[in-house]
């Protein structure tokens, strides 16, 4: 299906002309970035964890260590919310209150299935090494075996999910621009620097052209 079913809990309400169920628009957001926010609760209190996922076809990957709170927390089947923002830019208007941001966000309701399989858990560790640096999995030494059993990893079905995605100018009315100072929009742009050496690793390798030139999809 190109477009997930907006339900009651991800049908947006405010500003809901920059709601978006639309698959490949939710999926290039998650593909740009590889940071979330996860929220959960635990005790009754909320928290909002910050991490990395990959994503996999029609699911995402989660992975940390099996003594995490985060983890186990998921990893027993809790509800959560995972939310990705890329931020496009900062937009000055001639209102205090008419200033915003421009963005593309994801919003996913979930439940997480650990992966049990030493196999499966393998892939999804390659998948997010390469998800992250493209080729790299080769030139690294695989996990071992303790260090599978140390890892959860989540797989993260993505079945409920919603894109906000905002652009322009602000939407002040004209006669608020007259004696106003500077409007319009600074662009913001993700993007990697100059890598840089580890003093401890082969002095002699040249920093490789896809690393000089790190880019993550558009
Ligand atoms: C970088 C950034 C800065 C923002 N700054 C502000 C701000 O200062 N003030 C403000 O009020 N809002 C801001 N927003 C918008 C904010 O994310 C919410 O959309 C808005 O506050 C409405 O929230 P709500 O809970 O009333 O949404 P509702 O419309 O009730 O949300 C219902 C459902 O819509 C979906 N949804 C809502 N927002 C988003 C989203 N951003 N991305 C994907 N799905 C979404 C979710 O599935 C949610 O459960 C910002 C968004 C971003 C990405």
Known sequence: MSEFTATDRTKARRHPERGTYDRDTIYSILDEAFVCHLGFIVDGAPFVVPTNYVRVGDKLFLHGSTASRLMRTLGSGAPFCLSVTLLDGIVLSPTATGHSVNYRSVVVMAKAEQLID?????????DFVEYVIRGRWAEVRPPTEQELKATMVLSVPLVEASAKVRTGFA??????????????VIPFKWE???????????????????????????
């Open 192 to 218: 990697a620097q100059t890598p840089v050496p580890d003093p401890r690793g082969n002095a002699e390798l040249a920093i490789p052209a896809n690393l000089l030139n790190y880019t993550r999809p558009q």
């Open 171 to 184: 939407i002040d009315k004209g006669d608020e621009y007259a004696g106003a100072g500077w409007t319009g």
């Open 118 to 126: 030493p196999q499966e858990k393998l892939a999804a560790m390659r």
